[in-house]
């Protein structure tokens, strides 16, 4: 019997132990398969069920202008998420938010149950995910009465989203340029995207952005975070001191805008830079848009439009500056040289060109400036050669972008050699068939203001990393267009433009300027005719013996002359930027008329001022100084006495009005005429008066004020 069952026994035993070693054996191929083959998707796929990847975001830099006033910086605001899978009542849920947050209660109850009534629907990842947007960026209001249901309510999501704020407003809205939001609901990223679309904000974007930072957070199987650690840290981005002034900046915008209504333009521009530097110390362009404002609408786009940058035009006249530039340059032709100006008519090939108002003989070249004569400009034009003239424009940086790190510049447009006919040098002598921007006409300007450079424009002076020092921006070394003397040239000649030309109107109270008229038809591609308006500018500079400011003004679509709408708002721009700055006038502030009597006390005061003081007089009074910046005055001396030979017969007193001490005694001593001093600061008045006769060894009396 034993003999019989041992053998199923053992049979038995052999099968449940070769069961038992191949369960052990699936076991173990199993624990391969999952530790050894599938070990890398595995650990991929626990690693995103029980972690989630967050942005820290950057804080973006801000923007200051040239005396540190701020102009753009970012805020935090909250912004509300919910999960629709932890909320224990949907229609509690809608109810409570809608009211805490100003929200429609059925749409909002519509868009939490979406995701989970609709699980096979084409949903965004968040949202399958189990997260929903409520409402974003809300007012402290809101922010505070829901943090206050946050420890009651766990499925309430607060999280803090950037938002660029404008604390001016409008003014430099097309320098400092907008940020729009790239609308995307990402669980993963619980944060709004801001980018620049316009303007500084889009031109520096990379470095006032920054580079956001990586956080992985450790979840519970309730999704609740349980631990965090950084796995790239956050790169706050830079910020940056532009050139502009905010005082400048705010009159430039005020008289364009004054401007622009009063005579019924349709845009304008206004570029206020510094000769020497290039730093552009304003920038304007109409129509204007709050920055704080987001424009949608497909019809207010164009607000964005900075006309003083993008939009070229044709300069008329203002060109003329490039033309008589390069004549005095590269020719013999001198100020005083006579130009035959076809007593306003002109046949050049064929084609008729005649004088917009009045025609000339013969005129200094000098006048052909003053009284913007076309036909005088083309002879010179001629004069300086097809060649050369092209070399010249491009000299002055026409047809090629300025570099400013702002979005769509345009070059303008100069046309290549081989592209002009026979009567195009007439037209670009006096500034048609070309375009050019204001900003390229405030850059063309500043060459002649400080002597003969090239100056690349700057809108950027210093940029500061968080916790760095502020460090400047380089510039580019200054390219020599014309030869210094040809700069005073043009300088005397523009001088004239405002005194006794078309620019009467850009004089300026207690400075000296110059500048150019600009007036230009519009044409009409659509028709191939010009129109009935124009674009009005002026460019002009002060003082002028020492430019501190250039000013190009621009009005498009206007139906008066530039010397008309644009000389005005230069005046005002001017004088007010030169203020601003603190530049010392160099011209005698108009006086009233002294009286009889006042007249009478001067003369018989006279035989008791036989010369001036050996001393320096008392400090003038709180009052004084305030009226106008300090002057320091050289030392008084005593009149130097000249020998009646040294006089001829017929001199003439010269012109002391508006000179410092020094510079008076300077041309007393070079002309040999002894002069008597009353006062200090600049000479207002003396006697005789300029361009008097004077006999042999008469003196000068000048009085100072």
């Known amino acids: 019997m034993d003999s019989q069952s041992n053998p199923k026994t053992t049979t038995r035993l052999v099968v449940l132990a070769g069961l038992v070693l191949l369960w052990v054996f699936a076991i173990f191929w199993r624990l391969v398969y999952l530790q050894v083959v599938c070990h890398a998707p595995l650990l991929r796929q626990a690693h995103k069920q029980q972690y989630v990847e967050r942005e820290i975001p950057a804080q973006r830099g801000a923007l200051y202008d040239r005396t540190g006033r701020l102009l753009a910086k970012t805020l935090f605001l909250d912004s509300v998420s919910v999960n629709p899978r932890q909320i224990p009542d949907d229609g509690v849920a809608a109810q409570i938010l809608s009211r805490v947050l100003s929200l429609e209660r059925q749409k909002l109850l519509e868009r939490i149950q979406k995701p989970l009534r609709c699980p096979g629907c084409h949903q965004p990842p968040e949202s399958r995910q189990g997260f929903l947007w409520v409402k974003r960026k809300i007012s402290r209001e809101e922010s505070e009465h829901i943090r206050s249901l946050g420890p009651h309510l766990k499925w309430i999501q607060v999280t803090r989203e950037p938002q660029r704020y404008y604390p001016n407003g409008s003014l430099a809205a097309h320098v400092i340029g907008q940020m729009g939001e790239l609308e995307n609901e990402r669980a993963a990223e619980l944060k709004g995207q801001l980018q620049g679309v316009v303007g500084l904000e889009r031109g520096l974007e990379r470095e006032l952005a920054g580079r956001p930072g990586q956080v992985e957070v450790l979840r519970d199987v309730k999704e609740r975070p349980v631990e965090s650690r950084v796995t790239r840290p956050v790169e706050h981005g830079a910020s940056f001191t532009l050139s502009i002034d905010a005082g400048i900046q705010f009159v430039a915008e005020r008289e364009l805008r004054a401007a622009v209504q009063a005579h019924g333009a349709e845009t304008g521009s206004v570029v206020v830079l510094h000769p020497g530097t290039g730093e552009i110390l304003a920038l304007a362009s109409y129509p204007a848009f709050d920055p704080n404002v987001p424009l949608e609408r497909r019809q207010e786009q164009h607000l964005r439009f900075n006309q003083a940058f993008s939009v070229p035009f044709e300069p008329g006249s203002v060109f003329k500056i490039v033309t008589l530039a390069a004549a005095l340059d590269a020719t013999d032709l001198r100020p005083e ?318 012109s002391f009005a508006g000179k410092t001490l020094r510079a008076v005694f300077e041309e007393s001593l070079a002309q040999g005429v002894p002069v008597d001093v009353v006062g200090t600061g600049m000479a207002r008045a003396q006697t005789p008066p300029g361009g008097s006769p004077l006999a042999p060894g008469q003196r000068v009396r000048v009085e100072f004020r």
């Open 337 to 654: 040289s006579e130009i035959f100006c076809g007593h306003g008519r002109l046949n050049l090939y064929g084609r008729i060109i005649r004088e917009a108002k009045r025609g000339f003989g013969r005129l200094p070249m000098s006048d052909v400036l003053v009284y913007s004569s076309n036909l005088g400009a083309i002879q010179v034009g001629l004069k300086v050669g097809e060649r050369r003239l092209l070399e010249y424009v491009r000299r002055f940086g026409f047809g090629r972008r300025t570099g400013l790190p702002l979005p769509a510049e345009s070059p303008g447009t100069v046309s290549d050699l081989g592209d002009w006919t026979k009567t195009s040098i007439a037209s670009v002598a006096m500034g048609h068939e070309i375009s050019t921007t204001t900003l390229q006409l405030a850059q063309a300007c500043a060459v002649i203001a400080n002597g003969g450079l090239l100056v690349k424009p700057r809108l950027v002076l210093r940029r500061h990393r968080p916790g760095g020092k502020p460090v400047a921006e380089p510039g580019e070394t200054p390219r020599r267009v014309l030869k210094p003397d040809t700069a005073i040239l043009m300088r005397q000649m523009m001088e004239g433009v405002v005194l006794r030309g078309t620019g009467k109107r850009a004089r300026l109270e207690g400075y000296s300027s110059g500048g150019k008229t600009g007036t230009a038809q519009i044409y009409d591609p659509k028709t191939g005719r010009y129109t009935g308006r124009y674009n009005g500018s002026f460019v002009g500079f002060a003082p002028v013996t020492n430019p501190a400011v250039v000013v190009a003004v621009t009005l498009n679509g206007v139906h008066e002359y530039g010397g008309i709408v644009a000389t005005p708002v230069f005046r005002q721009v001017a004088t007010e930027a030169l203020l601003l700055m603190d530049v010392p006038k160099d011209l005698p502030e108009p006086l009233p008329e002294p009286s009889r009597e006042a007249v009478v006390a001067d003369d018989l005061a006279i035989a008791e001022i036989s010369r001036p003081p050996a001393d320096l007089p008392a400090a003038p009074s709180g009052a004084e100084v305030a009226a106008a910046p300090p002057l320091v005055a050289p030392p008084l001396l005593p009149a130097v006495p000249v020998p009646a030979p040294a006089l001829a017969h017929g001199h003439r007193a010269p």
